[in-house]
């Protein structure tokens, strides 16, 4: 029964806070072509009407639905994912092929694919019951989202107005030290520790939960002052926010992994 609730319960967070990512890639999107790629941001124009409705769709469920219902729930929602998957991939394609001229950076376009992508996975891991994360997890789920935060620095960094020097350079070092970070849980990845309870994994989460509790902050006062229009740049206040959301889910993603490393070794 407890097995039961808890998938009830994930599922339904993690269609909701994806699902709200995966909507406000699709404007970001859209705001970054041109107005000859009219095609393009009809098909954006669409993908934010499908996670809305999705979104509308989670206000008939509660941690007491039917499971199968959930079930069900969760493959509809996994098509509106590997569908907007496939749109990001194609653009990011026409961009590389220099098809179209973009403001959206390449590497912006793979970021939204490979956050769709894990979407995707989530989805089918939990329709397929797996609740529990195991060490294989914690260790790629980390070198997932210390990827994320990597390429969020230099986005706001190359977003900054240049003339924004104390921050720029903030950015940068946080995307330093976050290459840093990626490259090392890459080599404890290839290292495969068997065990969960590995005290090298206490380690490993301890070290990346600091890091991105301050790159947190850092999103979370340049959200405020973008907000207050007190600096110069050119990212929209909602990206602002979406960044900052995703760096306080991988902490707590970080706060679940810790609990479990803790409850196989009292």
């Not at 891991?125 to 935060?149: C, S, T």
Request: aromatic share 10%; hydrophobic share 45%; proline share 3%.
């Amino acid at each position: 029964m407890v097995s039961v609730s808890l998938f009830v319960t994930r599922s339904l967070d993690e269609v909701r806070f994806w699902s709200r990512i995966m909507k406000e890639h699709a404007l970001f999107l859209s705001l970054g072509f041109s107005v000859d790629d009219k095609k393009l941001i009809q098909e954006a124009q669409s993908f934010i009407s499908l996670f809305e409705k999705i979104e509308q769709q989670l206000n008939n469920y509660s941690a007491i639905s039917d499971p199968e219902e959930i079930k069900r729930f969760n493959i509809q929602v996994y098509q509106a994912a590997a569908s907007i998957w496939a749109y990001k991939r194609k653009v990011l394609g026409l961009i590389l092929r220099c098809e179209i001229v973009s403001n959206n950076y390449a590497l912006l376009v793979d970021h939204t694919s490979r956050e769709a992508a894990y979407f995707v996975n989530r989805l089918k891991e939990l329709n397929a019951g797996k609740l529990e994360p195991q060490a294989d997890d914690i260790i790629r789920e980390n070198v997932f989202f210390l990827k994320i935060m990597a390429d969020h620095s230099k986005f706001i960094g190359h977003l900054l107005d240049p003339s924004e020097r104390k921050l720029v350079d903030q950015a940068r070092e946080f995307s330093h030290d976050f290459d840093q970070l990626l490259f090392q849980a890459q080599d404890l990845e290839s290292m495969r520790p068997q065990s969960e309870t590995a005290p090298i994994l206490d380690q490993f989460l301890d070290q990346n939960r600091v890091s991105v509790v301050s790159l947190r902050d850092f999103k979370k006062t340049a959200r405020d002052l973008i907000d207050a229009c007190r600096i110069k740049s050119n990212i929209h206040p909602l990206l602002a926010d979406h960044v900052f959301r995703e760096a306080d889910r991988f902490i707590h993603i970080i706060d679940m992994y810790e609990a479990t490393l803790l409850s196989n070794n009292p």
